[in-house]
């Protein structure tokens, strides 16, 4: 009866629970983990914050999938001018790119201190082939369960961010009351935590999925008023909500568990091996183990989800087939997008760069076009020509305009100062 109750409840969980979990991908852990050891618990704050505007920001996404049936690159298409879809999928795919070379970096790198026998760069091939295997010979419906499960690895942080004893009226003081410097450093740190928190691709990730499930269902006929519409939307707003939050809840942990580790001792985070005893004080030498598996867990959740989003950009801007549901002779061009961007993305692991500091550059370049990009979601999301009735709210509105004045200053400062 219990485990009954609990598939029910695990089948609730939908894209949004997905793309809240892909959100903490090795790029994330990483970022959190450096904001903390160098700005402490006057890091906290960033996960209260950024709760509000990623989810409002999410839920405008998967409004977007489910009225027009299409991801962000097909609505761009249909109602704006092609030069400027050429000009945002450009970005996106060059910033998934970059993504899913820093996260097998990070794999490769964490696998290697398990078995440094084996080659970094040999850990980095075999990961990048097992991805392309799995996203080409496995089932869509499949591949999503598992997302599902990868992402429950995901709770160690929080286990060991509880085990470890801190002083939580110094944690409560720091939230309300952070202390920071205004300098270049500062400012970077926020806006790489705010660009993998509110990521670009994941934008469109969550339009995509949220139309293939609005096709699967065959709501196509759906009327723009129509009563079971508007209860997909408040499902839809449940489910973004609950993943946002649990992203959230792991960057949190994630961030207090490095401050007290390392930034208490003086120590910044720079290394990878460094990086990995985050979890040593909950499990002591198990801990790297469990550390791994987890970097690992989510790099492989993570970086089909970033092929994937490149695949289906490029698909609905030059009107090729499109689906992980597809067989690859049914939507080749779609399948060797996953491919390419897969193997460009390794041939960085061959550039000798330093796992953390790529995986930190990785969440800068996205908190720098971020701006852009959720500025393009706000006019998708306000037109009426393309939303009919189901615009944006005064409230979707002011959040959505907050996270983007707050991302655009904190990248004017970066440049200036």
């Known amino acids: 009866m219990i485990v009954k109750k609990l598939k029910k409840i695990w089948r609730f969980f939908g894209p949004g629970f997905i793309t809240g ?16 050891s160098k700005l402490g618990f006057s890091s ?4 209260f914050f950024t709760y509000p505007l990623m989810t409002a920001v999410q839920e405008m996404c998967a409004r977007i999938g489910i009225i027009t049936k299409m991801g962000l690159a097909g609505v761009l298409k249909k109602h704006y001018p092609f030069l400027f879809l050429v000009l945002v999928a450009l970005l ?29 760069k040999a850990l980095a091939l075999v990961y990048s082939l097992l991805i392309v295997y799995l996203m080409i010979f496995l089932n869509f419906k499949k591949l999503i369960k598992y997302f ?34 205004l300098n270049k450093e500062t400012i970077s740190l926020i806006i790489a935590v705010f660009g993998t928190t509110i990521s670009p691709y ?38 973004v909500s609950l993943g946002m939050f649990f992203s959230n809840l792991i960057m949190f942990f994630v961030m207090m568990l490095a401050a ?3 930034f208490g001792q003086g120590v910044s985070i720079t290394t990878i091996n460094e990086l990995s005893k985050l979890l040593k004080p909950l499990l002591g030498s198990l801990g790297q183990w469990i550390f791994t598996f987890g970097i690992v867990g989510t790099g492989l959740l993570v970086i089909p989800v970033l092929a994937a989003s490149s695949a289906y950009i490029l698909a609905e801007t030059f009107g090729w087939k499109e689906g992980l549901e597809k067989k690859f002779h049914r939507a080749k061009e779609f399948y060797l997008v996953i491919i390419l961007s897969t ?14 500091k790529l995986l930190f550059y990785t969440a800068l370049f996205h908190g720098i076009i971020s701006p852009f990009l959720i500025l393009t979601i706000l006019s998708i999301s306000n037109n009426k020509k393309v939303m009919g009735t189901y615009v944006n709210s005064s409230l979707s509105n ?20």
Do not use: C, R
Request: no cysteine; proline share 4%.
């Open 21 to 36: 979990a892909v959100d903490d991908d090795p790029v994330g852990i990483a970022t959190y983990a450096i904001a903390g």
């Open 92 to 120: 996106m795919v060059s910033a998934n790119i970059l993504n899913i070379g820093a996260d097998i970096s990070g794999m490769s790198a964490t696998t290697n201190l398990l078995i440094p026998w084996v080659p970094e």
């Open 260 to 262: 007290t580790l390392f």
């Open 44 to 47: 906290l704050w960033t996960a």
């Open 202 to 239: 994941l934008f469109f990730w969550q339009t995509t999925e949220e139309a293939i499930e609005e096709k699967n269902h065959h709501h196509e006929h759906w009327h723009i008023h129509d009563e079971k519409l508007k209860k997909e939307i408040t499902h839809m707003e449940e489910d």
């Open 148 to 181: 599902k499960w990868l992402s429950l690895t995901l709770l160690f942080y929080m286990a060991a961010a509880l085990f470890v004893p801190h002083d939580w009226t110094e944690v409560l003081k720091y939230i309300i009351t952070p202390k920071l410097t």
């Open 343 to 356: 193997l460009l993305a390794l041939l960085m692991n061959y550039f000798n760069f330093n796992p953390v």
């Open 398 to 417: 002011i959040l959505g305009f907050g996270a983007f004045m707050i991302m655009a200053v904190a990248v004017i400062l970066y440049f200036i100062l």
